[in-house]
């Protein structure tokens, strides 16, 4: 017990300077767009609500799409301080600075996925339609225009 040194209990020691920011930044970034976008798009569905969409892959897609993007951001970061508790590892602050790319990536990807599969869409003729594959009808309108 006695060899036990502060330091080694610390999990991530000194490395909390650089990487408190940088989580703190990564998280503000990613969360700050997810959710509110999960919300507008969870208001939208109930707005065009059919009984259809209980049965449609599509939705079942859009939601799952709504749920990992806004709690992957928050699982990564506690899997990039496991990363960097583990001093054992080599090259773990590559990996995690990789993984925080990838987070602040990670809402790009998301919202392709939410327009692609958001099942309740309208073409431009102002007539609605039910999206049972994602992507399939494609998408009417600008990116992200649901």
Known sequence: MAEDSPKELSGIGWNWLWFGPAILFVLIATERHTIPYAWMIVKLYIKRWHWIGVISPSAGLCFA????????????VLQACEWLADRSQSKRVIRVMILLIFILILPFITDTLVWGSFPFTYD????????FIPFIPWPSGGYGAL
């Open 124 to 131: 431009d003729a102002g007539y609605g339609h039910i999206r």
């Open 65 to 76: 799409v709504l749920i990992t993007s806004v709690t992957v951001p928050f699982i990564g």
